[in-house]
């Protein structure tokens, strides 16, 4: 090689190195960046404690925590600023005073007697605040005597409504000195009593302390309170368990208290034997195939319990005509067994039938607790009037 050109190789070598140094530099850091950019990623999928990642991760803990809201019903009595007690099933606040009961939950709906919900004269205030309810009521008076009823309120979407069996409630007497009965517009009450089916008597009173007797108008007694046949409970009055008619007639509550003694609303109680279910009508032809111009004679017949009025319906073909309707009912007592019942009847009679008498005779009865049907099914038999020789 000629000596001049050694200097140039020289320069091509040094170039060279740079430019490999410079393509291996660039593949290092390369190499680098992309282990720190998998050491983020890794780092950013760990979740913080406590600390929700993403979207579905909240909504789940959301959903989790709406039952947790009102996983439990509380209610309590604010007695004053700062001081809380929890009420029982009742409790007793002076005519006058303020009633304020909180309730846990988000949100609570509120149930006040009926009288408070008719006379809305600004006295009840309900306010919703973030954990629990408030209800206060103001200027209070023996009337608002009754039942406070919270039900915690359970949501899906905008659908909300009353959880009843979480609901709590406490029955609230508001005792005046002056009114011992729970006031009434109503002088006199008439109450219908049915058989088997318990009557009550509303004699509330202002004050659990009260001693309450019930009483006869005519002849002037007392009623015996056995606990039994009738009971008295301080938060309902008097209840007749099973009626009867001896129970009939005007009756009223008296309530003392210390030197006070009142008479409550009098109540005329009317028997009525309410039958324990509808009638069974049976219902019979005098013939199921008669001739034209014979009499026929459809009875309907009901068995059942005594003093109780059946009624009767008759369907029958000589309707879509105008026949008339004739009939023939009748009651009578009858035996069954050792029991005492009664049979309801009634007769439908058609006389001189004809072709249009042909057809379903249905007879419905019916009594206090609902109507039932039986129907029957008549033929009539035109006669031959040509004769053959």
Request: charged content about 20%.
């Amino acid at each position: 090689m000629p000596l001049e050109n050694i200097p140039g190789l020289r320069w091509r070598l040094v170039l060279t190195s740079v430019l490999v140094c410079g393509l291996i530099f660039e593949l290092v850091k390369a190499a680098q960046e992309q282990r720190a950019s998998v050491g983020r990623t890794v780092k950013q999928s760990k979740p913080k404690p406590g600390r929700s990642t993403n979207k579905a991760a909240a909504a789940k803990s959301n959903t989790k925590a709406k039952p947790a809201a009102t996983a439990q019903t509380s209610l309590t009595q604010v007695l004053s600023r700062g001081k809380f007690r929890k009420v029982g099933e009742t409790i007793t606040v002076q005519a006058g005073s303020v009633l304020e009961l909180r309730c846990r939950g988000k949100p609570v709906q509120w149930g006040v007697p009926p009288y408070l919900e008719e006379d809305d004269d600004g006295r009840l205030k309900i306010v919703q605040h973030e954990r629990y309810g408030v209800l206060m009521l103001i200027n209070s008076t023996g009337a608002d005597t009754g039942e406070y009823t919270c039900y915690p309120m359970y949501c899906k979407n905008t659908d909300c409504r009353r959880d009843y069996n979480k609901a709590v409630k406490v029955f609230v007497f508001f005792q005046d000195p002056q009114e011992l009965f729970v006031p009434t517009s109503d002088y006199y009450e008439v109450i219908q009593m049915r058989t088997n089916w318990p009557t009550v008597l509303p004699c509330q009173v202002t004050s659990p302390e009260a001693k309450v007797t019930l009483q006869r108008e005519f002849p002037p007694v007392e009623v015996t309170v056995d606990g039994s046949e009738i009971s008295f409970d301080v938060k309902k009055g008097f209840t007749i368990h099973r009626p009867q008619p001896h129970h009939a007639g005007e009756l009223f509550c008296v309530a003392s208290l210390g030197s006070l003694r009142q008479s409550s609303t009098k109540y005329m109680l009317i028997y009525v034997n309410y039958p324990l279910a509808p009638p069974a009508p049976v219902i019979q032809a005098s013939s199921t195939s008669l001739s034209v111009g014979g009499n026929l004679q459809v009875s309907c017949t009901v068995i059942g319990e005594r003093d109780v009025v059946v009624e009767f319906n008759w369907e029958y073909p000589g309707q879509q005509i105008g026949r008339p309707l004739y009939t023939q009912e009748s009651v009578t007592a009858v035996s069954q067994g050792s029991a005492q019942q009664q049979q309801s009847q009634s007769v439908l009679l058609v006389d001189e039938v004809r072709d249009v008498d042909q057809g379903t005779y249905t007879c419905t009865a019916g009594n206090l607790q609902g109507t039932k049907s039986a129907s029957t099914t008549v033929k009539v038999v035109t006669k031959d009037k040509t004769k053959r020789s």
